[in-house]
Every structure is written in C-alpha cells, then in structure tokens.
C-alpha cells in the first residue's frame, strides 16, 4: 500500500510539476513573442527613431570590429537609410549603406551643426549617444528626405504670402491627390488656413497634438516654415492617420486574447488527455468489477483486455504501470474467489457425500439397538443370562461407535476454530513414540497385522501435549491397519534431520490412487469404502493433520498403488 501510495504521490506531482513547467515555458515564450512584436510594431510605428534605439542596443562592440546583426543591416538597406557609427576621435568605424558624398570622419564642428539641424547636406540625419561603453560611440542614422524636397519645390513654386495662389490650387489638389498626399497651411495658433488634396478631418491642431503623433517626421509627415509669413506648410502622404489612441494597448489585447486562447485550448488537450490516460484503466476496472459481481470470475480478464494490458513480453505497458498494484491485486482477488468457489463447491459436494455416509454409518448401529429394543419391548420372549449379556454388549458396541462419530466430527470444528486447548511440555519423542507402539504390539485384536519400532540414535527433545500428540498418532495407525490386509508390516521410526524431529508411519499394504492420496486429509473423506468400522466419519486423518499444524509441525503422505504408504510428521526440536 505505501508503494502504491508513494508511485502515485510522485507520479502526480512530477505530472503537476512538468506541466507547470510547460506553462511557465510557454506562458514566458508568449510573453517574449509579444514583447517582440510589440517592440517590432513600435519600432515600425516610430522608424527610424524606434530603429536607431534599438539598433544602439543590438550592436556589439569589439576590440578590432563593431558589429551589428544582419536584420538591421537588411532593413536599413530596404528602406534607403545609413548608418555610421563614430569615435570620440570623430572617425567612422563602421558603416551601413552610406552614399559617396558622406565622409568618413567629422570634425567638432560638423557634428555641433548635425546635433543642432539634424540634418547635413541633403539628409535628414538622427543622432545617439552611446555613453555607457567602454568607448563611447556616436551612431548616425540618415536618409534622403524626399518629401522634404517636393514640399520645399511646392513652397517654391506656387507660395505667394506664405499661401497657395487660387488660380494654382486645383491643378495642386489633383496632383496631391493622384499621388495619395495632402498638403495643410497652418498658422501659429495651429489653425488650418489652407489645405489641397487628400481630405483630412482637422482644422484645428491643439499646442500638444503634434506630440501625439503616429507617424514619425520625415517619412509620412514633412514640414516646413515660413519665417516670413510665420505660416507651417504640413505634408502629409499615403493617407495616413497622424493620430491614434492607445495603439500599443490595443495590440497587446490582441496578443494577450490569442495566448488565452492558445492556453485554453492546450488545457482542453491537457484535460482530454489526461481523461484518456487515467479514464481508461477505470473503465476497464469497472467492467473487472462487474464480471466479479456476477460470479465470472474465470472470464475477470479477457484476451483482448491481455493485449491491452501487456507486452508480448509478458510486463505491463506504460499506460497501466501506475496501477500495478491494482492489477495485481485484481489478478490475486479474482484468482481466490475462483479458489473460493471452487472449495465451497467441493465442500457442499464433499458434505453431502459425508451425510449420505455418516446417515449409512448411523443407520446400521441404530437399526440394531432399534431391533433389539423392540423384540425386549415386545415380552414374547425369555431371554437368557447369556443372550441378555450379548445383547447389552451389541447395544454398547453399536453407542460407542456412534458416540466415537459425535466427538470426531466435533473435534475437527474445535480443531478448525482454535478451541481447543494445548498446554505444551518437553516430551522426548523416541520414548513417547516407542510407547504407543508397544500398546498396539500388546493388544490382542490387532495380531493381524506386525508392528515394527526404528527409535533414533540421538535424543529428540519437542514441546507437545501428549494427549492430542497420542491422538495424533493413533489415528494415523489405526488408519494404516483399517484400510491394509492382514500380514501388513506397520514400521514406525524416529529420527532427527537437522533441527527438526521427523517421525514417519509406513506400511507395505495396498497404498493409495492419486484421488485417495491428494484428499486424504481433507475433512469427510472417506475413500471408496463406506462400511461401519472402517472409514468413520472421515475426519481422523484431517484430525491429525490439524494436530500436527498446532505444534507448529507439518504432514506429508507419500503412496503408490500396491507399494504402501508413509505417513511423514515433522517437528521442531528443542535445543539440546
């Protein structure tokens, strides 16, 4: 029970522990997906200012080579941008991309006027400040603002006043609008004084809007002041939106609810899965029970349920090794209620054979004292002193034997149930044996047959109670010289085997068939011969035999047709 009971503590837990583990891995692996593709939605959002920070982060820096992963290299080649990373000293390390115009070192100067402008030349330009290496880094990220050169063109072309002529503005509004753009003129209060093509729904920008914005300067919006005028030209392409609420909330809604749902359905395969495991051999333990319930306990495991349970090697498969036990106790269970069965069965057919002999044995002594009893009840005849003497001892003789029947048949219960008592004391075994012989040497009924004595040469010392032992061996001996031919040798012999007594009963006489053999201590047993004073009750060899076990001792027969029988008794000895 404790290693049914240990198996299944650690096999649940280690179950529980494993899938923790699964779930922390995946709970973590789906949070670093997420994080990963919010970072890169971020990063897409705010390019190229998301791309520079992260691209600081990313890039390792060696004694000989600075290095940055290939996926930014990639992009940044995509998109049009360079990228060169300088020294303190002002010289380029290391660059992405870069167009034949840009140097490959700065002076203090030129980075003074990229920090201030952001910008050198033609390019927009972004800056970063790596200060926590062991050499610090500048790294500078630029492109080519081609949105910047059409609203500087238009500003050119067509600005009269700081506005749009009214004659030019249709001409404008199509071309803007062909080419998915939108231009806006507003004036320092952040009012829209002037638009053309694509319409957007503001007319109005409050002072903190334009920190709210989706789209990063540069790529989808492009500006440019007036000084004269103090009017802002904003240019605007690809339709895109310039402000939105909470993006980055709203996508992590969106991965958070597909993790749920990715969890969710490997609980349900979890649970499904477990149902399998831990259902089935339940299902299977309950169809056992209800065959046991039924009494077929012969069919408690079916051959196809075998091929489900075992290997062809005969052990159990994987599945089913949790409940081992469970099995093997089935298998234990349903094999004693076989045995059970088939002992009650024989028993009840034993039992009815012993009242079918014990009425027959009964019947012969009681018809004689009954007959006898009659013919003195009727007073039709003189009896004589003799025949009255005959009489008397056949009514005796026939009560003895049935009162001998009474007390066997409850001397085998007691025996069964413990009741009896035993108050053992040391005998020495040759001695006592050596004395029961000689009674029957000495009695006068029993001259046809001869006994012989083999005593032991080394003393045997036991505990016993000589009443039951001598009962023990008279039945075994009367039961030697009922059932063999007149002449039979009965050798009686005691002789130590180690730490044991063994006293062995043998005759030369008719010996036993297989049937006899293997039931011959069974209570009621009565061979195949039922006449009155040979067999009894059935219950003298059993007798000894429960005899025996309760001075903790054991009895063997060993027999063969027409070459006799030994009865062999084993004991415990005392220590010398």
């Given at each position: 029970?404790?290693?049914?009971?240990?198996?299944?503590?650690?096999?649940?837990?280690?179950?529980?522990?494993?899938?923790?583990?699964?779930v922390?891995?995946?709970?973590?692996?789906?949070?670093?997906?997420?994080?990963?593709?919010?970072?890169?939605?971020?990063?897409?959002r705010?390019?190229?200012?998301?791309?520079?920070?992260?691209?600081?982060?990313?890039?390792?820096?060696?004694?000989?080579?600075?290095?940055?992963?290939?996926?930014?290299?990639?992009?940044?080649?995509?998109?049009?941008?360079?990228?060169?990373?300088?020294?303190?000293?002002?010289?380029?390390?290391?660059?992405?991309?870069?167009?034949?115009?840009?140097?490959?070192?700065?002076?203090?100067?030129?980075?003074?006027?990229?920090?201030?402008?952001?910008?050198?030349?033609?390019?927009?330009?972004?800056?970063?400040?790596?200060?926590?290496?062991?050499?610090?880094?500048?790294?500078?990220?630029?492109f080519?603002?081609?949105?910047?050169?059409v609203?500087?063109?238009?500003?050119?072309?067509?600005?009269?006043?700081?506005?749009?002529?009214?004659?030019d503005?249709?001409?404008?509004?199509?071309?803007l609008?062909?080419?998915?753009?939108?231009?806006q003129?507003?004036d320092?209060?952040?009012?829209?004084?002037?638009?053309?093509?694509?319409?957007?729904?503001?007319?109005?920008?409050?002072?903190?809007?334009?920190?709210?914005?989706?789209?990063?300067?540069g790529?989808?919006?492009?500006?440019?002041?007036?000084?004269?005028?103090?009017?802002?030209w904003?240019?605007?392409?690809?339709?895109?939106?310039?402000?939105?609420?909470?993006?980055?909330?709203k996508?992590?809604?969106?991965?958070?609810?597909?993790?749920?749902?990715?969890?969710?359905?490997?609980?349900?395969?979890?649970?499904?899965?477990?149902?399998?495991?831990?259902?089935?051999?339940?299902?299977?333990?309950?169809?056992?029970?209800?065959?046991?319930?039924?009494?077929?306990?012969?069919?408690?495991?079916?051959?196809?349920?075998?091929?489900?349970?075992?290997?062809?090697?005969?052990?159990?498969?994987?599945?089913?090794?949790?409940?081992k036990?469970?099995?093997?106790?089935?298998?234990?269970?349903?094999?004693?209620?076989?045995?059970?069965?088939?002992?009650?069965?024989?028993?009840?057919?034993?039992?009815?054979?012993?009242?079918?002999?014990?009425?027959?044995?009964?019947?012969?002594?009681?018809?004689?004292?009954q007959?006898?009893?009659?013919?003195?009840?009727?007073?039709?005849?003189?009896?004589?002193?003799?025949?009255?003497?005959?009489i008397g001892?056949?009514?005796?003789?026939?009560?003895?034997y049935?009162?001998?029947?009474?007390?066997?048949?409850?001397l085998?219960?007691?025996?069964?149930?413990?009741?009896?008592?035993?108050?053992?004391?040391?005998?020495?075994?040759?001695?006592?044996?050596?004395?029961?012989?000689?009674?029957?040497?000495?009695?006068?009924?029993?001259?046809?047959?001869?006994?012989?004595?083999e005593?032991?040469?080394?003393?045997l010392?036991?505990?016993?109670?000589p009443?039951?032992?001598?009962?023990?061996?008279?039945?075994?001996?009367?039961n030697?010289?009922?059932?063999?031919?007149?002449?039979?040798?009965?050798?009686?012999?005691?002789?130590?085997?180690?730490?044991?007594?063994?006293?062995?009963?043998?005759?030369?006489?008719?010996?036993?068939?297989?049937?006899?053999?293997?039931?011959?201590?069974?209570r009621?047993?009565?061979?195949?011969?039922?006449?009155?004073?040979a067999?009894?009750?059935?219950?003298?060899?059993?007798?000894?035999?429960?005899?025996?076990?309760?001075?903790?001792?054991?009895?063997?027969?060993?027999?063969a047709?027409?070459?006799?029988?030994?009865?062999?008794?084993?004991?415990?000895?005392?220590?010398?």
């Open positions: 029970m404790r290693s049914i009971r240990r198996r299944l503590a650690l096999h649940f837990t280690s179950q529980f522990v494993l899938l923790l583990f699964f922390a891995t995946l709970v973590i692996i789906t949070l670093l997906v997420i994080m990963q593709l919010l970072i890169n939605a971020d990063i897409k705010t390019f190229p200012i998301g791309a520079l920070d992260a691209i600081l982060l990313d890039t390792t820096v060696g004694e000989e080579r600075i290095h940055v992963p290939q996926r930014w290299i990639d992009q940044l080649t995509d998109r049009h941008y360079w990228l060169q990373v300088v020294d303190q000293n002002g010289k380029v390390r290391f660059a992405i991309n870069t167009p034949a115009d840009l140097k490959s070192s700065y002076n203090t100067g030129e980075l003074l006027e990229i920090k201030q402008k952001e910008s050198y030349g033609p390019y927009d330009v972004l800056s970063a400040y790596d200060r926590d290496r062991k050499e610090p880094l500048l790294f500078l990220l630029g080519e603002n081609e949105n910047k050169k609203l500087e063109a238009l500003f050119q072309q067509h600005a009269e006043d700081g506005l749009l002529p009214v004659a503005l249709p001409q404008i509004d199509q071309a609008r062909e080419s998915g753009n939108s231009l003129i507003m320092e209060s952040g009012r829209i004084v002037q638009s053309a093509g694509e319409a957007y729904d503001e007319t109005m920008y409050r002072p903190l809007d334009f920190y709210q914005v989706e789209a990063v300067q790529e989808t919006l492009s500006i440019f002041h007036d000084t004269e005028s103090g009017l802002f904003l240019l605007q392409r690809e339709k895109s939106k310039m402000f939105i609420g909470q993006p980055l909330l996508e992590a809604i969106m991965y958070l609810s597909f993790f749920g749902v990715v969890v969710l359905l490997f609980t349900l395969f979890i649970s499904m899965y477990h149902g399998y495991r831990y259902g089935r051999p339940l299902l299977l333990f309950i169809e056992w029970f209800n065959r046991l319930g039924s009494g077929r306990y012969e069919e408690a495991l079916s051959n196809k349920e075998r091929k489900r349970l075992y290997r062809r090697n005969g052990k159990l498969r994987r599945r089913y090794k949790l409940y036990e469970v099995i093997e106790g089935f298998h234990d269970m349903a094999a004693r209620l076989n045995d059970a069965r088939v002992e009650r069965l024989r028993l009840e057919k034993t039992r009815e054979e012993w009242m079918t002999g014990i009425s027959h044995d009964l019947r012969t002594p009681l018809s004689s004292i007959g006898y009893g009659h013919l003195m009840e009727s007073g039709q005849f003189q009896w004589t002193e003799e025949e009255l003497e005959e001892g056949t009514i005796r003789e026939k009560s003895d049935m009162l001998d029947l009474i007390q066997d048949f409850s085998a219960f007691q025996l069964q149930n413990q009741a009896v008592p035993f108050e053992m004391e040391q005998v020495e075994a040759g001695e006592f044996v050596r004395r029961i012989v000689l009674k029957y040497v000495n009695d006068r009924t029993m001259q046809q047959v001869t006994f012989d004595y005593e032991s040469e080394r003393p010392a036991l505990q016993a109670n009443k039951w032992f001598t009962r023990m061996l008279d039945n075994i001996i009367i030697a010289v009922k059932h063999n031919p007149a002449g039979t040798v009965i050798t009686v012999a005691t002789v130590r085997d180690g730490k044991d007594a063994v006293i062995s009963i043998g005759d030369n006489g008719v010996g036993m068939n297989e049937e006899t053999r293997n039931s011959l201590f069974d009621y047993y009565r061979g195949t011969n039922t006449e009155e004073g067999d009894g009750a059935g219950l003298g060899m059993n007798i000894a035999k429960s005899i025996a076990l309760a001075h903790r001792g054991s009895i063997e027969v060993s027999s047709e027409e070459c006799g029988t030994t009865i062999t008794l084993r004991f415990p000895c005392d220590p010398i």
